[in-house]
């Protein structure tokens, strides 16, 4: 394709993104706080947000892509929202950086658009990978490229396509490509599924635009979803081994699945040993990793899912990204998720408990400590007697009829975080296993932000996400012992300051 229409592709672009802003402009005006926007998770100003894209820390400061529809609180034609960090902590809302405007993005029937991907740096060039997603009763996925040297405009390959279809025809989906470079190789994991078998695809290249495929990464074992979306594959812990993460679809109540194992790059597959949910919670998905400059692998996670009910559209917007959480391997070979220790910098005032027996089948107020943005630690003695339960009740009204409660059992491990009082939007309860630490204590962190609240437990080998649409007056805090007493040795509560400047 010659100089002419690269111009010309670029103009297009340009324009549609000077409507996106423009639209994104008026949707401003719309958005209400009506209780349910975010202190301190990243969301977007107004309109739709759905996956982390382009996860990238460039030229020292982080740069966090999404999922937009800046048209609408509504999904739709997808557009790339961005924002930009210096320290994953407090966001500043950036310009569109991506709007559909190639055939290969076209919208036909209102979905399509620029879809998901990642973000590599070329040689200080910030170079987008994504999917140009057609609808249709046939939906055509493409791999794309875009580049920016200044980190905000962004202009789209002139040649098109970097990869213009899938390897096989008859596929259930092609998309959401995970870029990473290993000596001077570019490689590519992408989503696919066929005969039934969510997979991720690989694909490798010198120089990003010329992509050879490799074959088959991985694939389901039968039991694991039938379209994996938005793969993600990493080095972690050492000794060449890596971590896939992927979105299943049609994998009942699991929307997140984790794999560790070997990943042999002379052969392109990736051997798996051990496989878990990664997140318990109703409200996580298509999360993505990078690698930061410290060397850390940092993920965030979509804090939504596809079919919710999403009760922040009646404010002029949807979606939410979790706080930044940092991934290790234990010795086991469990993925640990913790919070970045960056967000210490939110914390305000502080209110500790000291020990406390809870009595049998009572629940024990904390008038001291109230909040709809709040941190908490609490530190449990599990060692009970065998039918014991106990834990918080968060975002409780004064009546007691309103409260997200979070319960353990030591007796068999059961967690559990009950939202089915926890005001609008949907209920439910969210079930994992965990067991208690060496030292027969259990740990609960958790982070509770106006509609969300995020659960660490045992040091983040249990994460539990959920959004809670509760009245913007349930605000109390307390624990409680039922089928048998317990003993709360700590709790540390702290208000959570907001990140965005206007508060
Ligand atoms: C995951 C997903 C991706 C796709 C994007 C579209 O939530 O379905 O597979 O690229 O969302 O917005």
């Known amino acids: 394709m010659g100089n002419m229409s690269a111009t010309q592709k670029n103009r297009i672009h340009e324009e549609r993104i000077v409507f996106a802003n423009e639209a994104l402009e008026r949707q401003l005006d719309k958005v209400k706080d009506a209780g349910f926007r975010l202190c301190y998770h990243m969301m977007p100003p107004a309109g739709w947000m759905n996956d982390p894209n382009g996860l990238i820390q460039w030229n020292g ?11 609408q609180p509504k999904q739709g034609p997808m557009h790339w929202g961005h924002a930009r960090s210096r320290d994953l902590v407090y966001w500043e ?7 559909p405007s190639e055939p290969y993005e076209y919208v036909e029937f209102g979905g399509g658009g620029c879809w998901s991907g990642s973000a ?28 920016s040297t200044d980190g905000v405009h962004f202009s789209k390959n002139a040649a098109g396509p970097v990869i213009p279809g899938p390897p096989e025809a008859d596929c259930f989906g092609f998309r959401d490509p995970k870029v990473w470079k290993h000596g001077d190789v570019w490689y590519m994991v992408v989503g696919y599924g066929k005969d039934g078998l969510g997979k991720a695809l690989l694909y490798l290249s010198d120089d990003l635009r010329e992509w050879r495929y490799a074959g088959v990464a991985t694939e389901s ?7 994996w979306e938005c793969p993600d594959l990493f080095p972690l812990g050492g000794e060449g081994r890596h971590v896939l993460i992927v979105s299943p679809m049609n994998m009942g109540a699991t929307k997140t699945l984790y794999m560790t194992g070997d990943f042999d790059y002379e052969s392109g597959r990736f051997h798996r040993r051990h496989h878990d949910r990664l997140d318990y919670g109703f409200d996580f998905y298509a999360p993505q990793t990078m690698i930061d400059s410290r060397g850390r692998r940092i993920l965030f996670g979509w804090m939504n899912i596809w079919g919710a009910r999403m009760p922040e559209q009646a404010e002029g917007w949807m979606g939410a990204m979790t706080i930044p959480r940092l991934l290790t391997l234990a010795e086991d070979g469990t993925l640990l998720m913790q919070p970045v220790p960056e967000l210490a910098d939110l914390r305000g005032k502080h209110t500790a408990v000291g020990r406390l027996g809870i009595d049998a089948d009572t629940v024990v107020n904390l008038p001291e400590i109230q909040g709809d943005a709040l941190e908490m630690i609490a530190i449990f003695q599990a060692a009970t007697s065998d039918e014991a339960e106990f834990g918080l009740q968060v975002r409780c009204s004064e009546d007691g009829s309103e409260c997200t409660e979070v319960k353990y059992r030591p007796a068999d491990g059961k967690l559990t975080m009950d939202r089915s009082r926890s005001g609008a939007g949907d209920g439910g309860v969210s079930e994992a296993f965990l067991s208690t630490m060496e030292d027969g204590r259990v740990k609960l962190h958790l982070f509770i932000d106006r509609s969300s609240v995020e659960l660490f437990a045992g040091d983040g080998r249990v994460t539990i996400t959920n959004r809670i649409y509760p009245d913007p007056s349930s605000n109390a ?15 540390d509560v702290w208000q959570m300051k907001s990140i965005w400047p206007e508060e």
């Not at 999917?131 to 996925?141: A, L, M, S």
């Open 61 to 71: 400061e982080y740069h966090l892509f999404y999922q937009h529809d800046p048209y």
């Open 93 to 99: 809302h950036l310009p569109v950086a991506l709007a």
């Open 120 to 147: 590599v740096d070329d040689e200080g060039v910030l170079t987008l990978i994504y999917t140009g997603h057609v609808d249709g009763r046939d939906p055509e996925e493409v791999q794309c490229l875009a580049t």
């Open 221 to 227: 074992d039968g039991t694991m979803g039938d379209m």
């Open 477 to 491: 805090v307390r624990l409680f012992a039922r089928k048998g007493a317990a003993v709360m040795e700590k709790l």
